[in-house]
């Protein structure tokens, strides 16, 4: 089966810009994450949802970050403005269910560089 | 709140030797746990989770980790390392029930030397 798609793999902003993340997970899938991983952390969680509810965002910062799963499907990640500190790697992960699978399947991320 | 700790920034060993990578957690009940592994450039892969049962589990390339209820430990192994088994791996844990938050430690720097 095809993994999760993130696009893009690679972006560059000045600091007050705005940026966009998009992910498509695993087919199926109703559970949708996004992590926020800084270099030499691991992956903190920002957003999860439940089909196109938010089962959790008390990490999101919501002055700056938006997200959105419209359909239950795809979801978009957005930044605006953005900070230096918001430079790291957006990962995106899906799972079959919260409670059947526990396995989160992990896309292969945006790294996000703020100058 | 739960936590993870990795205590060690690397591990180096040879390879055909046998490896071990600390995790130990903290969360109220009883855990899930998890390693994952992350290759240069590429998203994160699943290894192998503790639910309950057995405490030893087996996972993907062969590595195992031991579940140590007491010593609330979780730590990862494998008998003979590989050259390519070099990565950075991430232990993980959630609290049961709910929906799956995962919370990961900080990482843990394999480098298998030939």
């Known amino acids: 089966e095809a993994g999760v798609a993130q696009s893009p793999r690679y972006k560059i902003i000045e600091k007050r810009q705005s940026v966009a993340f998009w992910c498509n997970p695993i087919s199926g899938h109703a559970t949708l994450y996004w992590y926020q991983q800084i270099l030499g952390q691991g992956p903190k969680l920002l957003i999860q949802?439940?089909?196109?509810?938010?089962?959790?965002d008390s990490q999101l910062p919501k002055d700056r970050f938006s997200a959105e799963r419209l359909k239950g499907v795809d979801s978009t990640l957005k930044i605006q403005p953005a900070k230096l500190e918001d430079s790291a790697v957006y990962l995106c992960a899906s799972s079959s269910s919260p409670r059947d699978s526990y396995e989160q399947y992990f896309g292969p991320g945006t790294r996000l560089t703020v100058t | 709140a739960q936590s993870v700790a990795q205590p060690e920034d690397q591990v180096n060993v040879a390879e055909g030797n046998p490896l071990t990578v600390k995790c130990t957690y903290s969360?109220?009940?009883?855990?899930?746990l998890f390693w994952y592994v992350q290759y240069p450039n590429r998203g994160l892969q699943f290894l192998l989770k503790y639910i309950t049962g057995d405490n030893l589990v087996k996972g993907s390339y062969g590595f195992e980790a031991e579940f140590n209820k007491s010593q609330t430990s979780f730590h990862l192994k494998k008998p003979s390392a590989l050259v390519s088994d070099s990565a950075l791996y991430f232990c993980?844990?959630?609290?049961?029930?709910?929906?799956?938050?995962?919370?990961f430690g900080t990482g843990t720097r394999l480098l298998v030397s030939p």
């Open positions: 993980a844990v959630s609290p049961t029930g709910g929906f799956q938050k995962l919370v």
């Open positions: 949802f439940q089909n196109n509810g938010v089962v959790d």
């Open positions: 969360v109220s009940g009883n855990p899930y």
